[in-house]
């Protein structure tokens, strides 16, 4: 099986982590591009090495899904470590093992603590929890690799609590600009739903709470869905079974062709074939299709269970990205939740950099009315959360200014440097989190950056790595920056070293005046 371009980077990548002796790794890959082929791969080289590899996940599907794919793309089997079934005394080298099972004491005592070398863990974002933690730690001298689609820092951070570094990431933008996933527009339904009564549980909303403050609004969500989405296929997330039940009737009544399907349905097999072959055109679920079930031919995603978790929001949003013959994007339809607190996550979360551009994209897709690209109004809002940035730094700018500062402020530094990366970073890692150290702190201040502002360690790696890189560039220093834009150039981080000095040298030379025909305000540097 030929990987594709970034599998392969993502796969040199993580054995390159295990290499430099960094034990606990992380992949990230949006769902449908192919994490367990990437996975697979990776065994595969481990058990050319000889080692010994355990697959963990927590459903019985991602196990079987996890054991067809090894096999069809490596040729390797594997052995199973799940309720009756067990590994000891197999010849595999490779065994997939449910973490329900492993956790208990007696069957992880059956096993030498050296048994695996590697672990790899799907659905990472659930291993922070107590049951995964007793297997890692039982097995803790094997190289670990954690595998998620999560989306965003937020949950980056619980996992930076076990994980040690992030191998390899792949964007959805990426996937959606290099045609490995579907376009996807998003539309706010201008239908009020008030959440401000539900309670909280596991820093999420509580789902039985959501269910009754859903109930009234059953019948005007679905014929807003009949108004926008009644040729789509569509699946709904739900968040109690009798919730999604009784939405399965309402929108039958409204002419769909509805089914509905929970942890209790004996023909659940049967009702997701008959969905997949278009006997039905919308699938009605209580969170039970989150994960390892593909139909690509989903065109339309309605999520009625709101949540924090941008993971759990993810691959709900996930089930419909794959691509599919006659299908031109995936259609998001976003209700207005009210509720007292602002985190809730929505279609912007999903490509957003920031929560501040994700704020930004969110306002402007519920006035538009129609149907949005998330990725055009993303480049509009990040353009807007960035002037508006700018605005702050011009008054920013003028405070220094009357303080005749030697160091650049590096938010000044980043933006004349056009480095959203930079001035939207948050450390995910146990180590970064903590304070730059004395020598960092030096370092910056050699190189002409006020450390003050800096409060991180992984921020001040990121910043330092980026000074290197311009200095082997041949780019402006940040003194450069700092004098030149103090005289009204614009985005002088833009402009190479000889080109700041020749300005700088010129102004010298005029009395430390600008030279007569040069309007800074205009003036692009080796542009001109």
């Known amino acids: 099986m030929e ?26 890959l949006p769902t449908g591009c192919g994490k367990t082929i990437v996975f697979s791969k990776v065994i595969e080289d481990r058990v050319k090495k000889g080692e010994r590899v355990l697959v963990l996940a927590h459903r019985g599907e991602l196990l079987e899904q996890a054991a067809d794919k090894l096999e069809k793309s490596t040729g390797l089997k594997c052995a199973t ?7 000891i005394g197999s010849w595999y080298r490779v065994v997939v093992g449910s973490v329900q099972t492993m956790m208990r004491e007696k069957r992880l005592e059956q096993f030498d603590k050296y048994f695996f070398d590697t672990i790899i863990i799907d659905e990472a974002h659930h291993c922070i929890s107590d049951s995964y933690q007793k297997v890692l730690n039982y ?11 999560t989306p965003d820092r937020g949950d980056m951070k619980n996992l930076g609590s076990y994980f040690e570094s992030l191998a390899f990431e792949y964007t959805l933008p990426r996937a959606i600009k290099s045609g490995y996933l579907s376009p996807i527009k998003a539309l706010t339904i201008p239908l009020e739903l008030d959440l401000s009564t539900v309670s909280q549980q596991a820093g999420d909303f509580k789902a039985s709470d959501l269910g009754t403050a859903l ?31 009784k939405f399965t009737e309402i929108l039958n009544k409204k002419g769909f ?50 949540t924090k978790v941008r993971s759990l929001y993810s691959q709900m949003i996930g089930r419909g990205t794959r691509l599919h013959p006659g299908k031109t994007e995936l259609l998001l339809l976003d209700f207005l939740w009210h509720t007292e607190r602002h985190e809730l996550c929505h279609p912007a979360h999903l490509i957003a950099e920031n929560e501040e551009v994700a704020k930004m994209m969110t306002k402007q897709i519920e006035e538009a009315g129609v149907p949005l690209d998330l990725e055009v109004v993303e480049k509009q809002a990040a353009e807007d959360v960035i002037s508006e940035r700018e605005e702050a730094l011009a008054k920013q700018l003028a405070e220094m200014k009357k303080r005749k500062r030697k160091l650049v402020d590096p938010l000044q530094f980043e933006m004349s440097i056009q480095a959203e990366d930079l001035s939207s970073y948050v450390p995910s890692f146990g180590w970064e989190m903590g304070p730059p150290s004395e020598k960092q702190v030096k370092h910056l201040e050699k190189l002409g950056i006020l450390p003050d502002e800096i409060d991180n360690a992984g921020k001040a790696t990121k910043l330092l790595e980026r000074l290197d890189k311009r200095r082997e560039q041949g780019l402006t220093t940040p003194k450069q920056i700092r004098f030149l834009e103090g005289r009204g150039f614009k985005h002088v981080g833009t402009w190479s070293f000889e080109s700041g000095k020749k300005m700088i040298d010129r102004i010298a030379a005029n009395g430390w005046k600008t030279p007569t025909g040069i309007i800074p305000s205009e003036y692009r540097g080796d542009n001109e």
């Not at 470590?81 to 590994?87: G, L, P, V």
């Not at 059953?218 to 968040?239: G, H, T, Y």
Request: one cysteine or more; aromatic letters at 8%.
């Open 3 to 28: 990987l594709r371009e970034y599998q392969k980077e993502a796969r040199e990548a993580i054995q390159n982590e295990w290499r430099k002796g960094t034990k606990r790794t992380l992949l990230v």
């Open 81 to 87: 470590e799940k309720a009756e079934q067990t590994s």
């Open 139 to 149: 097995f803790e001298t094997a190289n670990v690799l954690g595998v998620t689609a």
């Open 215 to 245: 109930d009234p609004y059953l019948e005007s969500i679905a014929n807003e869905m009949w108004k926008n989405a009644k040729d789509r296929k569509i699946v709904v997330f739900l968040p109690l079974v009798k919730t999604s039940q």
């Open 257 to 306: 062709k509805a089914a509905e399907v929970n942890g209790e349905s004996k023909d659940r097999a049967e009702v997701l074939e008959d969905f997949d072959n278009d006997k039905y055109n919308v699938l009605c679920n209580s969170m039970l299709l989150t994960e390892g079930w593909d139909c690509p031919s989903v065109d339309c995603v309605v999520v009625l269970r709101p």
